[in-house]
C-alpha cells in the first residue's frame, strides 16, 4: 500500500479527521508552555536558573500526574475527570501569570506551576488510546500510521507553539503567551469532548483488576519508561539551550525558531515513519531507531553560528517522532486489559519528568558554565536511552497482547 494511501485510510476511518482538527486547539498549550514559562520567567527574574527551575516544576508535576488521571479515567470515565481538571489548571496558570508579573518570589512561582502541571489533562495519551476503537473496522495495520500521524500532529504543534510564543514574545510579553494557552485548552476540550468516539467511551471490566501498579505490572511499559526518562532529558535540555545559544548569538528571539526547525525535523521524520508498514520484531525496532538519536545531537555543541544551527537542528529532529511512535504502538500492544490510557501515559509521563529535570540541569548548565555544555548534556541523554534500548529490547515482544509480570518483579 502507497504512503499516500496510508494516510487516506486512516483519515476516511469514521470521525477520524474530526478528531484530529479538536484536539489541535487543545494540544497547542504542549508546545506553548516549556518556552513561555522559560521566556517568561527570563523577562521578569533575570535568570535562566530561576526560569528553568520553574518550568522543571510545572513538568515534573505533569509527569507525575498523568498516569494517575489516566488511572482514573480507565476506572470513571473521560469528561467526568478532564473538565474539572481543565478548569484548575486554567485558574493555576492566570495566578502563574499575575504573581509572576507582580515579582512574586521563585518558590511561589514554582509552586503555582506544580499545580498548572498537575492539572492538565493528558490529551494525546487519551487520543492515542482511542485509535484502536477507531480503526477497529480497519486494517490493523494502519495503527502505526495513525500514531505516527498523532506524532506528525504533536510535531507540529511544537513548530506552532514555539513560533506563537516568540511572536507574543516580541509583540507583547510572553504573559500573553502564558495566558492564550489555557484559553485554548478549554476550547479544544470543548470541540474533543464532542466526538462520537470520545461520547461512547466504555469503562473497561477489567479496570482496576490490576492492583497498585496497574499498567506497570507490564514488563514492557516499564523498559519504555527507563528509556524515555533519559530522552526527555535531552529534549527538556534543548527547549532552554536552543533560546541561550540564540542569544549567545546576538538573538534571543531566535530560540523560537530553532526550537520550531527541530520539531518540523522530527515531524518529516514521522511522516516517513508512518508511510510504510513494518513488520518484524517492534522491540528491536525501537532499539534501532533509538540508537539513531545521539547522532543528530552531538555535533550541535560544534554549531558555529546561528545559520549552522539550523540544518543541525533539523537533522536532530529527525528521529524523535518515529522513535516515540513505536514506543506508543508497543505501549498499547503490552498495557494489561482495562488500563490503556494509563499505559499510553506512563512513557510520556517519563518524557515529561525527563523534560523537566532537562530544562533544569541546562539552565544551570547555560547560567554556570556555557550552552556548549548544555548540548553536550543533551548528547549523553541520548546515547543513554540508546544504550538502555539496546539492552532491554527483548521485554517489549509479547506473545499474547496482555501479557503481565507479578507486581513484585524488580526488573525496573
Given amino acids: 500500500m502507497e504512503a499516500r494511501e496510508r494516510y487516506a485510510r486512516v483519515l476516511r476511518a469514521p470521525h477520524a479527521r474530526a478528531l484530529l482538527i479538536a484536539e489541535i486547539p487543545a494540544r497547542l498549550p504542549v508546545g506553548i508552555n516549556g518556552l513561555a514559562i522559560v521566556l517568561f520567567l527570563r523577562e521578569h527574574s533575570g535568570s535562566y536558573a530561576a526560569a528553568g527551575a520553574v518550568a522543571a516544576a ?23 475527570v478532564v473538565l474539572p481538571l481543565a478548569m484548575l489548571h486554567t485558574v493555576a496558570m492566570v495566578g502563574l501569570v499575575a504573581l509572576g508579573l507582580s515579582g512574586a518570589p521563585v518558590g511561589v512561582l514554582a509552586l503555582l506551576a506544580v499545580f498548572a502541571g498537575a492539572f492538565l489533562p493528558p490529551l494525546g495519551s487519551i487520543s492515542r488510546s482511542l485509535w484502536p476503537r477507531i480503526l477497529r473496522d480497519e486494517d490493523p495495520g494502519l495503527l502505526s500510521t495513525a500514531l505516527a500521524l498523532e506524532g506528525v500532529m504533536i510535531e507540529l504543534v511544537f513548530v506552532a507553539g514555539p513560533l506563537i510564543t ?102 518529516m521524520g514521522g511522516l516517513l515513519y508512518g508511510a510504510r508498514h513494518w513488520s518484524g520484531a517492534a522491540g528491536r525496532r525501537y532499539a534501532r531507531l533509538a540508537a539513531l538519536l545521539p547522532i543528530g545531537y552531538l555535533p550541535l ?35 494489561p486489559e482495562g488500563t490503556e490510557t494509563e499505559a499510553y501515559t506512563w512513557p510520556v509521563t517519563s518524557l515529561v519528568c ?20 548544555a548540548f553536550l548534556a543533551c548528547a549523553g541523554g541520548a546515547v543513554l536511552s540508546a544504550l538502555l534500548a539496546a539492552l532491554r529490547w527483548r521485554t517489549l515482544q509479547v506473545g499474547g497482547r496482555r501479557g503481565v509480570e507479578p507486581a513484585y518483579d524488580a526488573a525496573l
Fill in 58 to 80: 510545572f513538568g515534573l508535576a505533569l509527569g507525575v500526574s498523568s498516569p494517575l488521571i489516566g488511572r482514573l479515567i480507565d476506572r470513571r470515565g473521560l469528561a467526568q
Fill in 166 to 267: 516568540a511572536l507574543l514574545s516580541v509583540l507583547v510579553d510572553p504573559a500573553a503567551a502564558l495566558l492564550l494557552s489555557p484559553v485554548l485548552l478549554l476550547g479544544g476540550l470543548s470541540l474533543f469532548l464532542m466526538q462520537p468516539p470520545v461520547r461512547t467511551w466504555v469503562i473497561s471490566e477489567h479496570a482496576g483488576s490490576h492492583g497498585p501498579w496497574g499498567a506497570l505490572r507490564s514488563p514492557g511499559i516499564r523498559t519504555l519508561v527507563l528509556c524515555t526518562l533519559p530522552m526527555g532529558f535531552c529534549f527538556g535540555a534543548m527547549e532552554v539551550t536552543l533560546p541561550a545559544f540564540g542569544e549567545a548569538h546576538g538573538h534571543r528571539e531566535i530560540g523560537g525558531v530553532l526550537l520550531a526547525v527541530w520539531s518540523a525535523g522530527s515531524a
Fill in 301 to 335: 555543541a560544534l554549531a558555529p553560528s546561528i545559520a549552522a544551527m539550523v540544518p543541525l537542528a533539523l537533522l536532530a529532529g529527525l528521529s524523535i517522532a518515529p522513535t516515540l511512535t513505536a514506543g506508543n504502538q508497543i505501549a498499547g500492544d503490552v498495557a
Fill in 354 to 373: 525527563g523534560l523537566a529535570i532537562g530544562s533544569w540541569v541546562a539552565g544551570a548548565l547555560v547560567e554556570g558554565i556555557d550552552w556548549q555544555a
